[in-house]
């Protein structure tokens, strides 16, 4: 019988099971940082605050190679399509 088999915790199978809180706590924060994360995004949004790491993150995923804007342009352009580009906010009144 091997030190594991008779339960005495001396085997690898103890180790893992010691490990396997540890790496659930890991998954949980990891859980909530990635919420927070999240939610930050969408609080932004909300605002009108655009997310320039999102669109660096999606250029270098879907156009590897391509130029991009810079923060400020980033920003131009999306405010530019929220408010209209001819420089006046439109509104109902």
């Known amino acids: 019988m091997s030190p ?3 339960g005495s915790g001396n085997g ?8 396997r809180p540890l790496q659930a706590a ?3 924060v990891q ?4 919420g927070g994360r999240y939610l930050a995004q ?8 655009p ?5 660096l993150t999606h250029r270098e995923r879907t ?8 923060y400020a342009e980033f920003f ?3 405010q530019d399509a929220r408010y209209g580009g001819n420089g006046r906010i439109g509104r109902c009144c």
Do not use: C, F, Q
């Not at 690898?12 to 490990?19: F, I, L, T």
């Not at 156009?63 to 810079?70: F, L, R």
């Open 31 to 34: 859980a909530v940082a990635t």
């Open 26 to 28: 890991r998954d949980a």
């Open 12 to 19: 690898s199978g103890a180790r893992s099971a010691a490990g």
């Open 42 to 49: 969408s609080l932004r949004l909300m605002v009108g605050l």
């Open 4 to 6: 594991a088999a008779d």
């Open 51 to 55: 997310d320039y790491d999102a669109y």
């Open 76 to 78: 131009r352009e999306r």
């Open 63 to 70: 156009h590897p190679g391509e130029p991009v804007m810079s």
